[in-house]
């Protein structure tokens, strides 16, 4: 059973646009939601992560914006850049400690 | 470097082999996970340890085991490997589980590769 829902599996946008990821859960019992990003041949690594309790986290060009009503997250990049061409991984922490990913979406950022 | 040491890095082996898989967790770090990346399936939870006790178990087969020894390194062993276990394998750690704030940190991954 999936417990997050990610979309679009793949992404292409234009140096300086905006990238847009957005996931879905169904599971109430989440108290984190992060943003992990993954380069070829790397480990995912943490981007940025939010707490239900607040509704938009900024940090840089990486936003993520929560409605908690609609069980729905989704990260923003702003002024996208070809380095930010990775795949990004959305996530869900239960209270009991597990993480659960979504599928990923490959951004691709043409200069 | 994230401080997750896994290794090896690759891994090549033949249908109905045995490997085992090798996970230092960052320096702190009392709680170990792995995971399976495959191209179909993403990012599945396998199995985590905490401070030597499994802790949960998700996805992973009865031909997979794992332990987490004294010194808080982990192994995952695959065995009578079948051309589906390919995969990248990855380990993460975090200082203890069940805390928003310690979300993973996940090594660089262990490319398995059953021919």
């Known amino acids: 059973q999936q417990q997050v829902k990610q979309s679009p599996q793949s992404l292409i946008v234009q140096k300086g646009g905006i990238s847009i990821i957005n996931c879905a859960y169904e599971?109430?019992?989440?108290?984190?939601f992060p943003w992990y990003q993954q380069f070829p041949g790397k480990g995912p690594a943490l981007l940025i992560a939010?707490?239900?309790?607040?509704s938009e986290k900024k940090e840089g060009r990486f936003t993520i914006s929560f409605n908690k009503s609609a069980k729905q997250f989704s990260l923003h990049i702003m002024d996208s850049q070809p380095g930010d061409s990775a795949t990004y991984f959305c996530?869900?922490?239960?209270?009991?400690?597990?993480?659960?990913f979504g599928r990923g979406t490959q951004l691709t950022v043409w200069p | 470097d994230s401080g997750v040491t896994q290794t090896p890095k690759h891994l090549i082996t033949a249908t109905g082999q045995r490997v085992t898989l090798r996970c230092s967790p960052r320096?702190?770090?009392?709680?170990v996970y792995w995971y399976q990346q495959s191209l179909d399936q993403g990012l599945q939870f396998l199995i985590q340890y905490y401070n030597g006790e499994e802790r949960a178990k998700g996805n992973i087969l009865e031909r997979f085991s794992a332990q987490q020894f004294p010194d808080l390194h982990s192994e995952l062993n695959l065995s009578s490997l079948e051309l589906g276990d390919s995969a990248l394998y990855f380990c993460?750690?975090?200082?203890?589980?069940?805390?928003?704030?310690?979300?993973?940190?996940f090594g660089a991954g262990s490319r398995l590769t059953v021919l």
């Open positions: 599971n109430t019992a989440f108290d984190y």
């Open positions: 996530a869900v922490l239960s209270t009991l400690g597990r993480l659960y």
């Open positions: 320096s702190g770090d009392l709680s």
């Open positions: 993460a750690s975090s200082p203890i589980p069940g805390s928003g704030a310690n979300v993973l940190t």
């Open positions: 939010i707490r239900p309790d607040v």
